[in-house]
T-cell receptor
Framework: SQQGEEDPQALSIQEGENATMNCSYK?????LQWYRQNSGRGLVHLIL?????REKHSGRLRVTLDTSKKSSSLLITASRAADTASYFC??????????????FGKGTKLSVKP | NAGVTQTPKFRVLKTGQSMTLLCAQD?????MYWYRQDPGMGLRLIHY???????AKGEVPDGYNVSRLKKQNFLLGLESAAPSQTSVYFC?????????????FGPGTRLTVL
């Protein structure tokens, strides 16, 4: 079963606007990661936030984590057409002996129109 | 430094045929993973390896076998392909458990089973 679930499934915005994607998960985690996938390509790691962190920044990306609500959000500020991609959250598996495997959500498909 | 590479990029099989997908990484990573990605399903872990000579089952291991004879290579085998195995397959590697580390992904192999 999926640990992380992104919301919305699809998001369409104009260039220059901010894009916010949310991720909810079900069990306790050690960390939460966000990945980007351009069409027809592999996933690229964007940012990792640990369970004891509440906010993290990387360039135009801002990630928040609320462990009490079991949710995270990814904000992309001043979006560009090149940000068009699918975005996935991933959490470490909750089951024992998982060796730190990641469980991915189904992703948010972001379209940024020029 | 090529990162994670996958061979082949595309393949079409007939039901019952066998094939091997090759993943190679040049980052000296201990951990390697095989995922499949289906429309609307996100990524699901098939098998993984925590070091040379070790393998373990992931979420959806049935119908697949793996081997990690060399640290830099991780092979995924389909002994008798079925249409349900039509998917995009991604290999990934990590320096350690995802408790603290990101995963690096290959470009993917698009497999169609007729």
């Amino acid at each position: 079963s999926q640990q992380g679930e992104e919301d919305p499934q699809a998001l369409s915005i104009q260039e220059g606007e901010n894009a916010t994607m949310n991720c909810s998960y079900k069990t306790s985690i050690n960390n939460l990661q966000w990945y980007r996938q351009n069409s027809g390509r592999g996933l690229v790691h964007l940012i990792l936030i640990r369970s004891n962190e509440r906010e993290k920044h990387s360039g135009r990306l801002r990630v928040t984590l609320d462990t009490s609500k079991k949710s995270s959000s990814l904000l992309i500020t001043a979006s560009r057409a090149a940000d068009t991609a699918s975005y996935f959250c991933a959490t470490d598996a909750a089951y024992g002996g998982s060796q730190g495997n990641l469980i991915f959500g189904k992703g948010t498909k972001l379209s940024v129109k020029p | 430094n090529a990162g994670v590479t996958q061979t082949p990029k595309f393949r079409v099989l007939k039901t019952g045929q066998s094939m091997t997908l090759l993943c190679a990484q040049d980052m000296n990573h201990e951990y390697m993973y095989w995922y499949r990605q289906d429309p609307g399903m996100g990524l699901r872990l098939i098998h993984y390896s925590v070091g040379e000579g070790t393998t373990a089952k992931g979420e959806v291991p049935d119908g697949y076998n793996v081997s990690r004879l060399k640290k830099q290579n991780f092979l995924l085998g389909l002994e008798s392909a079925a249409p349900s195995q039509t998917s995009v397959y991604f290999c990934a590697s990590s320096a350690g458990t995802t408790h603290v580390r990101e995963q690096f992904f290959g470009p993917g192999t698009r497999l169609t089973v007729l």
